[in-house]
């Protein structure tokens, strides 16, 4: 349930932010920011998901700058018709989304991954092998039998 939560909540974030950015700025239209906001809140969550465990929350962030600025450059350069600056409105959408993934980052580390650590059912183990004395030392009993050999001759 708190995967859900947090993927509206990264949806609203990214949308908001681009049709303040690409539809009040430059009048792109809003079907054109709704699937450029899916494509992006998709991808950078399950970036999210593996980045963010594994890294810090400024890791995470940059990598979200860079995957924002890409994704709206690539897809608002071919599905957006209107003559922007997509260059420009891609930096300025990427810097802001940015910002708000800081603390998105911070609920989803409060949250959803704090939720996924204790639903694990191992968390954070690693597995190992196990050596034990429960097995004979083979040696010591074959020159224990020599010498007991030995001992009776």
């Known amino acids: ?85 997509i260059i420009l409105a891609s930096i300025i959408s990427a810097v802001i989304i940015s910002i708000c993934e800081v603390f998105f980052h911070i609920y989803m580390e409060r949250h959803v991954l704090e939720e996924d650590a204790h639903n694990t059912a191992v968390s954070g183990q690693r597995f190992s092998t196990e050596f034990s004395s429960d097995e004979p030392d083979v040696k010591k009993e074959y020159q224990k039998s020599l010498e007991d050999n030995e001992t009776k001759e």
């Open 1 to 85: 349930m708190e995967h859900l939560k947090g993927l509206i909540t990264k949806f609203v974030l990214v949308t908001a932010v681009l049709f303040v950015v690409l539809s009040l700025f430059y009048g792109v239209d809003f079907g054109d920011v709704l699937l450029i906001s899916l494509v992006l809140t998709g991808i950078s969550y399950l970036g999210d998901m593996y980045v963010l465990p594994n890294t810090s929350n400024t890791v995470a962030t940059l990598a979200d700058l860079g995957l924002s600025f890409i994704i709206v450059w690539l897809f608002g350069g071919s599905i957006i018709e209107e003559n922007i600056p």
